[in-house]
């Protein structure tokens, strides 16, 4: 079992937790947005053991941070926020303008990829590297289609390695 999958280790929290890692992660957010006079809608949700974070609306200037190297960096900076403020890792997630939504439909489109390579006959495809939360996403659509999928390679590198179940 890789590494990614170790959220077993991380320990569980209580709704409440949830619910305030998500009030503390919104309150920042709301904090950066006036700092960059941006405007946006923050929603709050609690799903799978997580807190997640939506900012919606604004304007065209919020899409310039639905990058998924600047919504990665906003979520770092943000889990760090909450962290400092509660004392304990939080595995948040943040969303700006719907990209997680649309790295989701990127992320399904390279596993079709890869599966259309291991049905032509190769062994094992390599993924580009993605963030712990993108490797998840990526490990649960994998299983789900009855393929075997691995993590290797450190830090900003690590990447998946899709496979024959």
């Known amino acids: 079992m890789s590494t990614d999958r170790a959220s077993s280790r991380v320990e569980e929290l209580s709704l409440e937790e949830l619910e305030a890692d998500g009030d503390l992660a919104a309150d920042y957010l709301e904090g950066l947005l006036d700092i960059a ?3 946006g809608d923050l929603d709050i949700d609690v799903a799978g053991g997580r807190a997640y974070v939506s900012v919606t609306g604004g304007d065209q200037d919020l899409e310039r941070l639905a990058t998924p190297d600047t919504v990665q960096a ?3 900076l943000t889990r760090l926020a909450v962290q400092a403020k509660t004392g304990r890792f939080t595995r948040l997630v943040i969303d700006i303008g719907g990209s997680r939504d649309a790295r989701a439909v990127e992320l399904n489109g390279m596993v079709d990829a890869a599966i259309a390579q291991i049905a032509a006959g190769r062994d094992e ?3 580009e590297p993605m963030s712990s939360y993108e490797r998840k996403l990526v ?7 009855g393929y075997y999928s691995e993590s290797r390679g450190e830090g900003r590198g690590r990447r998946l390695i899709v496979s024959r179940a």
Do not use: I, N
Request: proline share 0%.
């Open 139 to 145: 490990h649960d659509e994998v299983a789900s289609r």
């Open 37 to 39: 006079d941006l405007d």
């Open 125 to 127: 495809v390599e993924l």
């Open 74 to 76: 906003l979520q770092d």
